[in-house]
């Protein structure tokens, strides 16, 4: 199977049987997971020390600090937003785009995926359910002008103007195959 999907990194889109790309849907469901650090922390047996957990746990030996605390900052999962051109000049692309992002949302939960050609459409819920087939057929309904021209600078100042700056893409990486 490793040299298959070696193979198939290598091709064009464009060239790909239906079976090759449900293939390549199925490795994209095991991606790594990207993490950053939370402003939270937990306890570890090696970091940082813990100055508060210690000085609460002296009070039970007489105010001596006899068993030292440590911590360590939590990890938390990283979002992962995808921006997708379905325009005219990427129709090639886009099919083998959108399997690989039904294939990370039904994986995990904090992927986003909008599609753009002369609008932005969120098309995350319509990836999140059914086989890779009926969540394309739903995603190409929902968003109208695909195939279409590009507007893609006025796509992505939408974008951030809707749900960048200070909303859903704050700390996430935003993807723009």
Known sequence: MAGYVE???KKSFAECTEDELHALSAAGAHLPVATRRSRRYRAARKGSPDFQRTLRASFRTGAEPVHRTWRVRK??????ILLLDVSGS???YSRALLFFAHAGV???RRWEVFCFATRLTRVTRELAQGTPDEALRR???EVVDWAGGTRIGESLKRFL?????GGLAR?????CP
């Open 90 to 92: 990427m129709a090639v």
């Open 106 to 108: 039904r994986a995990r």
């Open 7 to 9: 193979l198939l990194r």
């Open 139 to 141: 995603a190409s309904d």
């Open 171 to 175: 700390g996430a990486w935003v993807v």
């Open 75 to 80: 990890c938390r999962p990283r979002k992962v």
């Open 161 to 165: 103007d809707g749900y960048g700056h």
